[in-house]
């Protein structure tokens, strides 16, 4: 099963943009899930999670401007990201948890890069 990350782009300070991550085996219907980012020079960093119960968390960094949903007929996870910084500039990767293991390494979204600039 591999995960589908897309809805990256190029946007201005402040604008929005919208991450889908889908999977062709409704993984994402249930499994709790990550989305991660990976900026140059940096480690990667992890921006939201999502509970298999729907609870949300988020990075300091992020919170208040992101958020993340999940679309469970669509088997499809969102980050909804506002008043986009160029210090998100990243890709950013979805992640799903394997329910049966328990395991995190098995399900990857290949990223997306979004790029905030003027």
Known sequence: VQLQASGGGLVQPGGS??????????????????????????????????????????????????TVSRDSAKSTVYLQMNNLKPEDTAIYYCNAQDMRTG????????????????
Do not use: H
């Open 103 to 118: 395991s995190w390494n098995k399900y990857w979204g290949q990223g997306t890069q979004v790029t905030v600039s003027s």
């Open 17 to 66: 943009l919208r991450l889908s991550c889908v999977d062709s085996e409704s993984i994402l219907k249930i499994s709790p899930m990550n989305w991660y980012r990976l900026a140059p020079e940096k480690q990667r960093e992890l921006v939201a999670a999502l509970s298999s119960a729907g609870t949300p968390n988020y990075a300091e960094s992020v919170k208040g401007r992101f």
